[in-house]
T-cell receptor, first 114, second 113 residues
């Protein structure tokens, strides 16, 4: 069935380190892909998205490229900050038989140390 | 402007009781979504509304779960005869149009004793 798999956390990095959070998916059809972020004490919010193969989504220094050949959408940031500490969710959206379906990964907690 | 609001923020109930969870979307948003986040699990998509209509209810975990939306605004998620496995955070989101960016509420934490 359709699914999203993302790396288990927590991920602990020092400030200014390079970040990669892996996300792979299984889907029928052609999904749109998303990264959401949940900062401590806040609601979930969209970080970036990509709607077709080879699209790159970017926001706040984060990037992810829709790789159809490897069914992946890995999140990267060149230099993390303490303020990036949060839980990150990879997700996909499918349109099947005229209705939408949303599938989220289990989330990866990132902790950035000063 | 006001974001998505949900009430109550916390609900503790006894097994077998019915509960109602409420979601107030952002004004003017036509689409509304319900998710469940259980401990150690990702977000589980339950149902969405386009206007007052829910085209696909297959994501609801069991027939004890139902949802409605009236007036194209407020939505209620009802869980009948609650079970301990229903304990989770229930999140609501809304978007201007279907498939637009979703804005999430703070969630309702449901605990079934």
């Amino acid at each position: 069935g359709d699914s999203v798999t993302q790396m288990e956390g927590p991920v602990t990095l020092s400030e200014e380190a390079f970040l990669t959070i892996n996300c792979t998916y299984t889907a029928t059809g052609y999904p749109s892909l998303f990264w959401y972020v949940q900062y401590p004490g806040e609601g979930l919010q969209l970080l970036l998205k990509a709607t077709k193969a080879d699209d790159k989504g970017s926001n706040k220094g984060f990037e992810a490229t829709y790789r159809k050949e490897t069914t992946s959408f890995h999140l990267e940031k060149g230099s993390v900050q303490v303020s990036d500490s949060a839980v990150y969710f990879c997700a996909l959206r499918l349109l099947l038989s005229g209705t939408y379906k949303y599938i989220f990964g289990t989330g990866t907690r990132l902790k950035v140390l000063a | 402007g006001a974001g998505v609001s949900q009430s109550p923020s916390n609900k503790v109930t006894e097994k077998g009781k019915d509960v109602e969870l409420r979601c107030d979307p952002i004004s003017g948003h036509t689409a509304l979504y319900w998710y469940r986040q259980s401990l150690g699990q990702g977000l589980e998509f339950l149902i969405y509304f386009q206007g007052n209509s829910a085209p696909d209810k297959s994501g609801l975990p069991s027939d004890r779960f139902s949802a409605e939306r009236t007036g194209g605004s407020v939505s209620t998620l009802t869980i009948q005869r609650t079970q301990q496995e229903d304990s989770a955070v229930y999140l609501c989101a809304s978007s201007l149009e279907l498939a637009d960016t979703q804005y999430f509420g703070p969630g309702t934490r449901l605990t079934v004793l």
